[in-house]
Structure formats: structure tokens, C-alpha cells
């Protein structure tokens, strides 16, 4: 079973439109961490944010923000006001202490923002 | 400054071919990981290393193999490369496991043809 699902393959907004990306994750550790990564076009990855099991406020850093929901497994990722320079491919990410703390991604969500 | 690096960048190879992919950071982190990228997968872990002299296995690592002498590299081998192996490459580096992430280098896209 995957054990990080994000739904969405692919969104497109107009800029300015805010817009979330789900992550749903499967796990049966308790104490377990949550990534999200960015890859642009020009293709490298950048971490954004990292949370852990036993934190569930929500984080805000400028237009980006987290929630983070262990009762439905969930860690979105909403850009409020999206540019184009949020194009981008987002992963979601999983590490478990059960499993060696690897990193376990989910298949990606394209983001397209159009002027 | 400090930082991750892959060579080379582009590679085009022949089936069956040995491949070697370099990968080099100047963190001095202990943990060090192979992935590769495809359409619909997502990233997946090839093998990873938690320091010098050890290796181990990830979830797609038929195929390839690493080896760890330093802590500054982590060279990922194909040993006879298959059209399968198409796919871009990403190495990545962290400082320790589980709540750290993970720092990834620029990434090899790989043809094999």
C-alpha cells in the first residue's frame, strides 16, 4: 500500500487564486516526521518544511502554510495568492522511525500558475 | 559554502554498459542516499549509507550498487545498465536520520540506450 498519496497529479490556477495541495500519508509508527519539497522546472529539490508527530499546530511562512491532521492523516500545503513562480512540482514526504527513518514520497503534485 | 554535487549532469550510455554516477558533499553528513525520479513514482530509494563503510539497500535497488570510503562521497554504480535505468538521478545528504532533511544535489538524467 503507499504509504504517502497525493491525489492530486496536477492543478492549474490563475495567479492570485489560493490553492491546497492534499497529502495523505498511512503509518502505524507513533513518532514519525512529514516533509514537503519543491522542484521547479530548472529540476532541483527544495525542502520547505518538516513537522513531526507529536506537533500539530499549523505553520504559516508568508504565503505558505501547513495543516498538519493526525485524526485524517493528512498534511496539506496551501499557497495563498499564488504567482507564477510557485510553478512548481510538490512533494509530500514520510520518515519513519520503524522503517530506518528513509524518506518515503508521494508521487507529486504539478502546480501550474498562469498569469 | 557548503553544498552537494553530481556528475555528470547529462549521460547517455548503451545497454549493458557499466555507469558510474558521482556524488560529492561538503557537509560532512553521515547519511547519504541515492533516489531516482520517474513519471508517477515519485522519488525512490536505491540504497543509502549511514557512514563510512556501510551501505544498504533500498526499495528499488536491483541493479545498482554503492560503495562508502569517505564521508564526503557516495558513488552509485550500474553494473550492466538496462533501458529500465532511463530515469533521473538524485543524490541527497542529511546531517542524521529521521527529523533531518534531506539536502539534494542538482540531479543525472541517465539515458540508456
Known amino acids: 500500500a503507499q504509504k504517502v498519496t497525493q491525489a492530486q497529479t496536477e492543478i492549474s490556477v490563475v495567479e492570485k487564486e489560493d490553492v491546497t495541495l492534499d497529502c495523505v500519508y498511512e503509518?502505524?509508527?507513533?513518532?514519525?516526521?512529514l516533509f514537503w519539497y519543491k522542484q521547479p522546472p530548472s529540476g532541483e529539490l527544495v525542502f520547505l518544511i518538516r513537522?513531526?508527530?507529536?506537533?500539530?499546530q499549523n505553520e504559516i511562512s508568508g504565503r505558505y502554510s501547513w495543516n498538519f491532521q493526525k485524526s485524517t492523516s493528512s498534511f496539506n500545503f496551501t499557497i495563498t495568492a499564488s504567482q507564477v513562480v510557485d510553478s512548481a512540482v510538490y512533494f509530500c514526504?514520510?520518515?519513519?522511525?520503524?522503517?530506518?527513518?528513509?524518506?518515503?514520497f508521494g508521487g507529486g503534485t504539478r502546480l501550474m500558475v498562469k498569469p | 559554502d557548503a553544498e552537494i554535487t553530481q556528475s555528470p549532469r547529462h549521460k547517455i550510455t548503451e545497454t549493458g554498459r557499466q555507469v558510474t554516477l558521482a556524488c560529492h558533499q561538503t557537509?560532512?553528513?553521515?547519511?547519504m542516499f541515492w533516489y531516482r525520479q520517474d513519471l508517477g513514482h515519485g522519488l525512490r530509494l536505491i540504497h543509502y549509507?549511514?557512514?563510512?563503510?556501510?551501505?544498504n539497500k533500498g526499495e528499488v535497488s536491483d541493479g545498482y550498487s554503492v560503495s562508502r570510503s569517505n564521508t564526503e562521497d557516495l558513488p552509485l554504480t550500474l553494473e550492466s545498465a538496462a533501458s529500465s535505468q532511463t530515469s533521473v538521478y538524485f543524490c541527497a545528504s542529511a546531517p542524521g536520520q529521521g527529523q533531518y532533511e534531506q539536502y539534494f544535489g542538482p540531479g543525472t538524467r541517465l539515458t540508456v540506450t
Open positions: 503509518t502505524r509508527d507513533t513518532t514519525y516526521y
Open positions: 549509507s549511514y557512514g563510512v563503510q556501510d551501505t
Open positions: 557537509w560532512n553528513h553521515n547519511n
Open positions: 513537522r513531526n508527530s507529536f506537533d500539530e
Open positions: 514526504a514520510l520518515s519513519e522511525v520503524v522503517a530506518g527513518n528513509m524518506l518515503t
